[in-house]
């Protein structure tokens, strides 16, 4: 069992930068995938980043531009995305997710997480 708890989400103004936290507790975090998504109004919940716990490995998603930047801390248990540059559509609820890591996992796949955090909202107004 993995338990996650989001935070740092927030009002903030376009271009500024907010960053989020994950932290997890459980046991053997080293064989999961952590991964953040997001779920705008009206729309599905999308891949936006990972980082796989054991090696750091970090994934994106194919229209990611460089303004996120997905990062773990071992000694805290806390996988962070730092966002910079926000614009309004990153207007969404995001969510921390975490994946065991087997033969052809895929981290931008939702169904292979099984474990998920409550969600922290993110608003940028223009």
């Known amino acids: 069992q993995v338990q996650l708890v989001e935070s740092g989400g927030g009002l903030v103004q376009a271009g500024g930068s907010l960053r989020l936290s994950c932290a997890a507790s459980g046991r053997a975090l080293d064989i999961y995938v952590m991964g953040w998504f997001r779920q705008a109004p009206g729309k599905g919940r999308e891949f936006v980043a990972a980082?796989?716990?054991?090696?750091?490995?970090?994934y994106y998603a194919d229209s990611d531009t460089g303004r996120f930047t997905i990062s773990r801390d071992n000694a805290k248990s806390t996988v962070y995305l730092q966002m910079n540059s926000l614009k309004p559509d990153d207007t969404a609820v995001y969510y921390c997710a975490a994946a065991w890591v087997v033969a052809g996992t895929d981290p931008a796949d939702i169904n292979e997480y099984s474990y998920w955090g409550q969600g922290t909202q993110v608003t940028v107004s223009s």
């Open positions: 980082i796989r716990w054991k090696d750091d490995k970090t």
